[in-house]
């Protein structure tokens, strides 16, 4: 029987099964992101994972990979499909080789403030509606949490477009980024947001685009010392759980997840918002140049070839119907 029992323990372990020292069954969960362990991200996914133990007394264990230990974003996208990992939190164009329709989303210059933001994300029925392909494609949207809107960070001084020509920066592996810095002037660099200090500080390239918090706790500023505030894409990051281990799940369960993911929402976003200027000054008291007002007509100008383009590849229909939600919200919300 002691045998038998001992079988039973290890094939349980080997399925993430353990056991406490309360006698009970718990299941490990993973949860893995690309933020570094100081980031608003690996905050939140604590918080996150601390509720669902709560929530479901102790029977499930969230545990969190930070920093690309599992893989880059698209990587980790994989492995929710596959069933490899539970959770990811990545942005919304990362989940667009399964909902191509996401990269949509990042159309350059949609929002402008947080609140718009904000209000897009928990009211558009377009963004609802691509939501809710997930299931099909392998992974659940469980909650918008909050990365930010990204802007530039350089070598060199960057005003506009005439100073990007040139020069290459790199990309995270999304078309709609990729179209957007090619239509600044850059030549693009796709490349595992990893891999992208040593790059710029090999010369590989001259900088990024990324969120504040990224720009900060990457330390990109280090070798990329001027920071635009282009605001040029919002860039939000929902959380997601593998349809497989969705389906594990008891419907009380369900609920305890989805619950957890969705109460860390106004932890995040207020996290990021609030500390965007605390950042930045931050950085400028280790070297780091801010140019808040960089030449914005002229980035917004350059990004027509960016709609259209979008246009003939996603459909007509839908990128009006984005263009008509976020300006019905840029005049209400200001």
Not at 123 to 141: C, I, M, T, V
Not at 207 to 232: C, M, R, W
Request: charged fraction near 20%; proline fraction near 5%.
């Amino acid at each position: 029987m002691k045998t038998t029992t001992q079988s039973v323990r290890i094939a349980l372990l080997l399925a993430g099964v353990v056991f406490t020292a309360g006698a009970y069954a718990q299941t490990i969960l993973k949860f893995a992101h690309t933020d570094q362990q100081t980031g608003a991200r690996q905050a939140a996914s604590l918080l996150f994972a601390q509720k669902v133990g709560e929530y479901t007394q102790g029977r499930y264990k969230v545990n969190v990979f930070c920093c690309a230990q599992l893989g880059n974003d698209p990587k980790e996208v994989e492995q929710l499909v596959s069933g490899g990992i539970d959770f990811t939190a990545t942005g919304t164009s990362t989940y667009s080789p399964f909902i191509p329709s996401l990269n949509l989303a990042l159309l350059p210059f949609l929002l402008q403030t947080y609140d718009q933001g904000w209000k897009w994300y928990d009211e558009s029925k377009w963004l609802k509606a691509q939501f809710d392909k997930g299931p099909a494609a392998g992974f659940r949207f469980l909650a918008n949490w909050e990365s930010g809107f990204r802007s530039l960070t350089t070598k060199m001084p960057l005003n506009g477009p005439e100073d990007a020509k040139g020069k290459k920066l790199r990309v995270a592996p999304t078309e709609i980024m990729r179209w957007a810095v090619e239509a600044m002037g850059f030549g693009a660099q796709i490349m595992p947001v990893n891999e992208v200090y040593m790059a710029i500080q090999q010369g590989v390239v001259i900088g990024q685009d990324n969120p504040i918090d990224s720009i900060y706790t990457n330390k990109f500023f280090e070798v990329a010392p001027y920071i635009t505030l282009t605001n040029h894409m919002y860039s939000p990051v929902p959380v997601t759980i593998s349809e497989k281990t969705w389906q594990k799940l008891s419907v009380a369960d369900q609920q305890a997840v989805t619950r957890a993911a969705q109460e860390v929402v106004p932890v995040i976003r207020n996290s990021i918002r609030d500390n965007d200027e605390r950042l930045l000054s931050e950085m400028v008291s280790k070297g780091a140049k801010i140019n808040r007002t960089p030449d914005f007509a002229a980035f917004r100008k350059a990004m027509d070839p960016v709609y259209e383009k979008s246009r003939e590849k996603y459909g007509a229909s839908d990128v009006e119907t984005v263009l008509a939600e976020t300006a019905a919200i840029r005049a209400a919300v200001k």
